[in-house]
C-alpha cells in the first residue's frame, strides 16, 4: 500500500469520510470569495474546461449572465464565440505541459461587444501526491485583463507619431532645399563681388 492511500485512510479514520466533504466545501467558499474580490474577469475552469465559477467582472466585460455560464465548457460561451484558436491553444497545449501560463495576448471580435484585446494568465491548481488529491479536484484559474483601450491608444499614438515623422521629413527636406538655394545665392555674390 503506498504512501497516499495510507494516508487517505488515516485521514478518513481519523476524521471521517465528511472530513474530504467538509475541506472541499471551505476550500471552494475561499476559492470563490478570492475570485469575486478580484478587479479583472476570471474563471474557474475543471480539468475538461467546464466553468465552475466566474466573478461579476466577468459578467459585466463580457456583457453575459452566470446562467450563461456556469457549468458551460468555456468554448461554448456566447455560442461559440469563446472557441477562440489561440485560447484552445493555451487551455490544451501549453497549460498542460507548463501548469501555468502568463502575459499571452488574445484578439478576438466578439459579435455583440466588438474587438477585445486581453492578456490572459493561467494556472492549475492541483494536489498531486497529497491525501486530499482524490477528493480535492485540479482546477484551472483563468484571468482576463482587457487591454482593449490601452491597445487603441498605443495604435493612435503610433499613427500620430508617424504623421509627425512624415511632416517633420517633409519640413526637413523642404529647409534642405532652401538653405542649398540660399547657398548657392550666396556663392553666386561672393563670385560677383
Same mark, same amino acid.
Given at each position: ?16 469520510? !465528511?472530513?474530504?466533504? $467538509? /475541506? ?11 475570485? !469575486?474580490?478580484?478587479? @479583472? ?13 466566474? &466573478? ?20 461554448? *460561451?456566447? +455560442?461559440?464565440?469563446? !472557441? ?8 490544451? %497545449? #501549453? ?12 484578439? $478576438?471580435?466578439?459579435? /455583440? #461587444? ?5 492578456? *490572459? &494568465?493561467?494556472?492549475?491548481? $492541483?494536489?498531486?501526491? &497529497? ?7 485540479? #482546477? #484551472?484559474?483563468?484571468? =482576463?485583463? %482587457?487591454?482593449? @483601450?490601452? =491597445? ?9 507619431? +508617424?504623421? *509627425? ?16 538655394? *540660399? ?11
Amino acid at each position: 500500500m503506498d504512501t497516499t492511500t495510507k494516508g487517505t485512510e488515516f485521514v478518513q479514520q481519523t476524521f471521517g469520510a !465528511d472530513f474530504f466533504k $467538509h /475541506v472541499w466545501a471551505e476550500s471552494w467558499t475561499y476559492i470563490k470569495t478570492v475570485v !469575486d474580490v478580484v478587479r @479583472e474577469p476570471v474563471l474557474v475552469l475543471d480539468r475538461e474546461l467546464h466553468i465552475m465559477a466566474s &466573478n461579476e467582472a466577468f459578467y459585466q466585460k463580457f456583457q453575459v449572465e452566470a446562467s450563461e455560464t456556469i457549468d458551460k465548457v468555456v468554448y461554448d *460561451l456566447g +455560442n461559440g464565440q469563446w !472557441d477562440i484558436p489561440a485560447l484552445r491553444k493555451l487551455l490544451e %497545449d #501549453i497549460l498542460p505541459k507548463n501548469t501555468f501560463f502568463k502575459g499571452f495576448e488574445v484578439s $478576438h471580435e466578439f459579435p /455583440v #461587444i466588438g474587438k477585445k484585446v486581453m492578456i *490572459l &494568465n493561467a494556472r492549475q491548481i $492541483h494536489f498531486q501526491g &497529497n491525501p486530499t488529491s482524490k477528493v480535492l479536484p485540479p #482546477i #484551472i484559474m483563468l484571468a =482576463m485583463e %482587457d487591454v482593449t @483601450e490601452m =491597445m487603441v491608444v498605443a495604435e493612435t499614438l503610433a499613427s500620430h507619431t +508617424n504623421l *509627425l515623422e512624415e511632416r517633420l521629413t517633409k519640413k526637413t527636406q523642404k529647409l534642405e532645399m532652401y538653405i542649398a538655394h *540660399l547657398e548657392k545665392e550666396v556663392e553666386a555674390l561672393k563670385q560677383k563681388t
